[in-house]
Each structure stands twice: as structure tokens, then as C-alpha cells.
């Protein structure tokens, strides 16, 4: 479950820009009565998607009798698979997509409008938290889709090795270095905290956060604005986790997905993480139980810089939406009305992980555990957006491979400094600028 943020190739955009809008055919069965759906990976595999998902789409069937041909699609083929649909036409009826590529799927025309009405068929805006519309689609216009599925980032924390030192978790970013550098001890492989530093996705939303709690803009006007001193200031928040604190492994440089991070924090090699909110079901895998662990929102500097914003997270998650050329508008707009009904919300993320995006699903006991709850207030209350804008993706890939290639130099003993993080930085904007 791990890239449910992550961001549209930086080619993806450009091709997104000239796509046209024609829609889904409803693929090779395309009667009146059957829906096809591309379902994005969510859980631990393919198969387990197939196994959740099948009882609720037969359930669904018996209500409605509509028979929905399930597809699902891994994250790595999941945006071209999208694109080429876009363009050609055979595509399916309905499919989710990960909300930040919302605006740029929304430039290529292919995906029918969430008007008022058209919304209204799925329940109406007061139905979600309202946090989790504003990442389904540019700002100003009909969203192109709806939620699906939250996810949030925490910071997760060893409760026994916090005990043994002395530490309560962490309640600005100043005490979180302090805690992690107590908690370091190389020659027992421990460290304050573990990062995906091989992860361009992770790069590029820890850019965004820190970023923004510096005070940075992304944007002006369309325009990229990498290199500024805010930004240079939250590239350099993360990055010195491993540079200049050396509160994380050099080794984590390498680590590519969160399988290596679970596993380190749930063997006691890292005291922290910083994960999206559906780690606990990989923990449990790695042998760690619930009340091994605790989080708490990830911290800001205190106090916050000038203009600087408290951002625990960015708005993450999975989006929904159906193709503008279905034979069975209705049919697919009663699909999403289902998948996002509390009763569903409960059963799929019970299963599956992440958190639901209706209010109504919170009233379930399961939904009220301290966990939960954290998770919920930190989406509803200390997340931002993500820029709604065709260019995100190129945001994405550019930055996001810059934090990465930081990483790697500061894992190899290199410098990394503020004249380094922003020489960095300027050339990713001049790349954004000229559409390279």
C-alpha cells in the first residue's frame, strides 16, 4: 500500500496535456448490465484486493443487478494503463486513481465532471470530509473525482525504547532530533529514526511538508518556486535526519519501499518512523503488536518560522471516478454511491487499511480507537493539499528525485548543505520551467 500519494511520471504530464477527451468504452463488455473497474492495489497483493473486493462487487450485483468486472491494477503499470485509455478509448467504466494525480488526469477532458448534481448521485459533498475534496481536482472547477480511501502520515514510535530512555514522544520537530539522537547507537545498528530514502514519492512529500512548514510555495502563478529559501530550509529538515544529526542507518539511503522500514522498526533498529496510516497491518506482519507502538502527528519546528504552516501530512489517498463515454453513467455513479457508503467504508478499510473518507463510517466502534482517531484529526485538521495543478506530477518526479539524490549523498558522507540543497533545487525549477 505503499504509493497511494505517488505522483504521475513527469512524461505522464505532457502527454496528459494533448490527450483527448474520449473516455471509457466500458472495455470488452460493455452491455447496459456489466461495469468494468480498475481498482488500484491496496493491500499487502494483487490477490488480496481480489479477495476483498469480490464478496462487496457480488453484493452489489444482488442489489443492483449489475455485474462489475473487476480488474486490479499494480501502482507501477497503473497511470499508463490510465493514460492509454484516456487516449484510446478502451478503457472501463469506473477507476481509482491516486488523488494526486487528480488535476492532471482531470486536464485530459476524459472524466465526467462531479457537478452538484452529478454529486448529489453519490451522496453530496457533506457526505466526505471535507479535507479529503480538495484533492479531487483542480481548484475552482467541478471535481473530476470523488474519495475513496484516506491515508495520512504519523509519526510512529517504539513505546519501550522511549520508556528505557526517559522520552515522551516527540511535540516539536526540535524535540524529535533531540529524542532520535538519544536513541541512536550505531554499534548496536539502532537509530533514531528510519527513512524510504531510495523513494522519490517519499522525497518529493516530505518536500511539500517541511516545505510548507517552513512557509514555502510551491507555485506562483503557475510558476515553480523550488529553490526558495523556505523550501531550501525544509529539503534541509529532512535531509539532515541522516546528514548532520546521523539519527538514520547511511544503509536506509538504498531502501526503496516501506517493507524495509517496517521491518527495522518493528525489530527495534529504529525507535521513529514516519509512515502513511497504513502501516500497523504491515507491523503486524513483521511480528510487532498494537500496543507496541504509539503515534502521534509528525512535528514542526516550535516555534514555526515566519509564514510556516503546522502540516502533519499531506492529504493522501485513493480518488474515484468514472470515464466520460461509459454506456452506463448511472450504473457506474451507483457503484461509487456504494463503495463509498459507510457500511462499505467499513468493511473495505477494516480489510484493506486505510481511513474512511465519510464522516458516517466513524461512528463504528472499530473507527473510535485512539489510533483512529489520530489519524482522522491529523487528515481532517493538519494535512494540506498537494498543488491541484496539471504540473504536480512533474513536481513530483523532479523534487522528489532531488531529496532522493540528497539522501544518497549524505548516506556517502558528502556535504550536504544549504548552497548544495538549493544549487539542487534551481536546477529541478529550471527543468520544471522548460517542461524538461
Given amino acids: 500500500m505503499k504509493a497511494r500519494g505517488i505522483a504521475a511520471l513527469a512524461a505522464s504530464v505532457t502527454l496528459a496535456a494533448g490527450l483527448s477527451a474520449c473516455g471509457s468504452g466500458g472495455g470488452d463488455d460493455s452491455s447496459p448490465k456489466t461495469l468494468t473497474y480498475w481498482a488500484s492495489n491496496q493491500g499487502r497483493s494483487i490477490q488480496q484486493d481480489q479477495q476483498v473486493l469480490g464478496p462487496e462487487l457480488k453484493k452489489f450485483e444482488t442489489k443492483t443487478g449489475i455485474k462489475v468486472k473487476l480488474e486490479v491494477i499494480g501502482w507501477p503499470d497503473l497511470l499508463n ?28 477532458g476524459a472524466f465526467q465532471s462531479f457537478d452538484d448534481a452529478t454529486i448529489a448521485k453519490v451522496g453530496g ?52 532530533v533531540a529524542d532520535a539522537k538519544k536513541l541512536t547507537d550505531p554499534a548496536k545498528k ?15 512529500h516530505f518536500a511539500f511538508m517541511f516545505g510548507r512548514q517552513n512557509g514555502a510555495n510551491l507555485f506562483q502563478g503557475g510558476q ?7 523550501m531550501v530550509a525544509g529539503v534541509k529538515q529532512y535531509v539532515d535526519l541522516m546528514s548532520t544529526e546521523k539519527v538514520v542507518n547511511p544503509s536506509n539511503a ?29 507491523l503486524a506482519e513483521n511480528g510487532m503488536k498494537a500496543g507496541e507502538f504509539g503515534v502521534v502527528p509528525i512535528p514542526a519546528p516550535d516555534p514555526l518560522p515566519a509564514g510556516g504552516h503546522k502540516v502533519s501530512s499531506h492529504v493522501a489517498g485513493i480518488n474515484i471516478g468514472v470515464f466520460k463515454n461509459t454506456k452506463n453513467k448511472d450504473g457506474a455513479l451507483k457503484l461509487i454511491d456504494f463503495l463509498t457508503s459507510p457500511d462499505e467504508q467499513k468493511i473495505l478499510d477494516t480489510q484493506l487499511g486505510p481511513l474512511p473518507v465519510v464522516q ?22 493538519a494535512s494540506e493539499t498537494l ?17 532522493k539524490q540528497l539522501i544518497a549523498d549524505a548516506a556517502a558522507g558528502k556535504p550536504v548543505d544549504d548552497q548544495t540543497i538549493r544549487s539542487r533545487l534551481a536546477a529541478a525549477n529550471k527543468k520544471m520551467q522548460s517542461g524538461g
Fill in 81 to 108: 494503463r490510465i493514460l492509454a485509455a484516456t487516449s484510446s478509448g478502451q478503457g472501463p467504466d469506473v477507476v481509482n486513481v491516486g488523488n494526486t494525480w487528480s488535476a492532471s488526469l482531470q486536464a485530459t
Fill in 125 to 176: 459533498k457533506a457526505k466526505f470530509i471535507p479535507s479529503t475534496l480538495t484533492s479531487a481536482g483542480a481548484p475552482g472547477k467541478p471535481p473530476a473525482f470523488v474519495p475513496l480511501y484516506g491515508l495520512a502520515y504519523g509519526l510512529f514510535y517504539n513505546k519501550k525504547l522511549f520508556a528505557d530512555a526517559g522520552l515522551q514522544p516527540p511535540k516539536s520537530w526540535q524535540e524529535l
Fill in 190 to 204: 539502532q537509530y533514531g529514526v528510519v527513512m524510504e530514502g531510495a523513494s522519490y514519492t517519499e522525497g518529493a
Fill in 224 to 230: 515553480p518556486g523550488f529553490d526558495s529559501p523556505q
Fill in 254 to 282: 538504498e531502501y526503496l519501499n516501506d517493507a524495509d522500514m517496517l521491518k527495522d522498526f518493528a525489530k527495534g533498529k529504529a525507535a521513529m518512523m514516519m509512515i502513511q496510516s497504513y502501516a500497523p497491518k504491515g
Fill in 360 to 381: 458516517e463510517a466513524y461512528n463504528d466502534p472499530k473507527f473510535q480507537t485512539p489510533l483512529i482517531k489520530t489519524f482522522r484529526d491529523i487528515l481532517a485538521n
Fill in 387 to 403: 498543488p491541484m495543478i496539471p504540473q504536480e506530477a512533474q513536481f513530483e518526479t523532479l523534487v522528489g528525485n532531488t531529496v
